[in-house]
């Protein structure tokens, strides 16, 4: 059974990790599929944060768009997927870093999460995506 927009949005407000997929462009190549943390409120835009010479960034902003998908398959099995427009990529700040690592991990680990990520993994830009067509469903009881 199809989600109703706020069943939808409020799954997507909930901490799952995306998989986000990209076209690759390349030679008949599959799309990049990746799992990606994200951070996304109801009723606005999803941002992700990626290393900015990364392959990922660079297909990204080829495309000028993306998708995510998250799922769950307890207490029910239910998806959504949400692909849109990439409206704006800026870089990171640490502050961007802390709010996205809190949302996945146990507050007494964000903050030696933050210190080693913001020193080992470069340069890294914030990524905003516009959620334009929107495809979900709860299967029922798994």
Do not use: N
């Amino acid at each position: 059974m199809a989600l109703t927009r706020e069943e939808r949005e409020q799954f997507l407000g909930e901490p799952h990790i995306a998989a986000l997929a990209v076209d690759a462009g390349e030679d008949g190549r599959a799309p990049l599929t990746v799992p990606i943390w994200y951070q996304y409120a109801p009723g606005g835009d999803i941002w992700i944060m990626t290393g900015r010479d990364s392959r990922k960034a660079a297909l990204i902003a080829r495309a000028g768009r993306f998708s995510l998908m998250v799922d769950r398959v307890t207490p029910t099995v239910r998806y959504v997927c949400v692909e849109g427009p990439v409206i704006e990529t800026v870089p990171a700040t640490r502050e961007q870093l802390v709010e996205i690592s809190a949302r996945y991990l146990p507050a007494e680990k964000v903050d030696g999460y933050v210190d080693f990520a913001w020193k080992e993994h470069g340069e890294q830009v914030v990524i905003h995506m516009r959620p334009q067509r929107w495809i979900s469903s709860d299967l029922g009881e798994a």
